[in-house]
């Protein structure tokens, strides 16, 4: 098995700062870090870094080699990320003193992924293989109705944040993930309830209150918490959180499991500050976890 990620791929740049700044308000960062990001990528990192397979589809800039050798090094396959002569995407990444963040993007090259890249590689997946979809990239709706064609299970993040990219995918998806913002937005512009979302399965992340899945096919409906930690850096907590569920359900797992797992990587991730390069390995989440 195996999961194949349409998704973006940022530089990001981070920014400690006492507080977020106020409008007109010149502030002083404490600290500048940047790193390898943005929440495909960070999909992908969390995927290998849990142990499966996961093949990154996506589009970089073609002077920045050493994002494509970084994504390598941990264990994402890059056969399908494509060199473009646009730059590749960009994020500034404010984080204040209680690890809260605030981010600014440039798209780059995340939005001018070629279809025929996109469609050759999910011609080469499996029946049962996954993937990973959000709103960072543009073709999803295309990815997304072949893939379900080829018989995959399509996970798809509604962010950031997008209705019209919502409508446009979501009767090719299997679970939709929302965070609750992301979710009272979502049934807000459709003027339904959760369990009226036309979509077998959904996933709502709650933050520090663990994750919600639910069933819109049987009604039924599970809850996990997460472990509390002090955190440093929300950045990719969320995306920790997606890949390690993909990955465990590429396993094998149940959705139980693999969301359990999850919340326990999502907050060790927390611990860290940074975004794909902070996300922990499996046997780290292990430890954690005894």
């Known amino acids: 098995m195996a999961i194949y ?11 400690t700062l006492p507080h977020f700044p106020t409008p007109g308000e010149t502030l002083h960062a404490v600290d500048h870090s940047f790193g390898l990001g943005g929440k495909g990528t960070n999909q992908s990192v969390a995927v ?9 589809v996506g589009a970089i800039g073609i002077n920045d080699k050493w994002v494509r050798e970084r994504m390598e090094s941990y264990g994402v396959n890059t056969t399908y990320v494509s060199g473009m002569d646009a730059p590749t995407g960009q994020a500034i990444i404010n984080i204040d003193a209680a690890g809260e963040n605030t981010i600014v993007l440039l798209a780059g090259a995340n939005v001018k992924q070629d279809a025929d890249v996109i ?6 997946a499996q029946q049962g ?26 996970i798809y993040s509604a962010a ?9 995918v979501i009767s090719d998806v299997s679970i939709l993930v929302m965070n609750s913002i992301e979710a009272a937005q979502l049934t ?12 077998p399965q959904l ?8 994750a919600m899945w639910r069933s819109n096919e049987t009604g039924e409906v599970l809850e996990v918490s997460v472990p509390k930690v002090t955190p440093v850096d929300t950045t990719a907590a969320g995306d920790t959180f997606i890949g390690y569920v993909a990955a465990g ?20 991730k927390v611990t860290r500050k940074g975004s794909a390069d902070a996300i922990p390995y499996a046997q780290d989440v292990e430890a954690f976890s005894s």
Do not use: C
């Open 5 to 15: 990620n349409l998704g973006s791929v940022n530089i990001d740049h981070f920014y």
């Open 249 to 268: 359900l590429d396993k094998g797992m149940s959705i139980k499991d693999a969301m359990e797992w999850a919340s326990r990587a999502a907050a060790l």
């Open 48 to 56: 290998a870094k849990a142990g499966a397979d996961v093949f990154h």
């Open 160 to 168: 950031p944040f997008d209705v019209d990219a919502v409508a446009k």
């Open 119 to 124: 469609l050759n590689a999910i011609d080469n």
């Open 188 to 199: 807000s512009a459709l003027g339904v309830t959760l369990d009226n979302l036309p979509v």
């Open 203 to 210: 996933i709502v992340t709650l933050g520090s209150k663990g």
């Open 129 to 154: 293989d996954t993937l990973l979809l959000q709103n960072e990239t543009n073709l999803q709706d295309h990815a997304a109705r072949f893939a379900l064609v080829k018989k995959m299970r399509v």
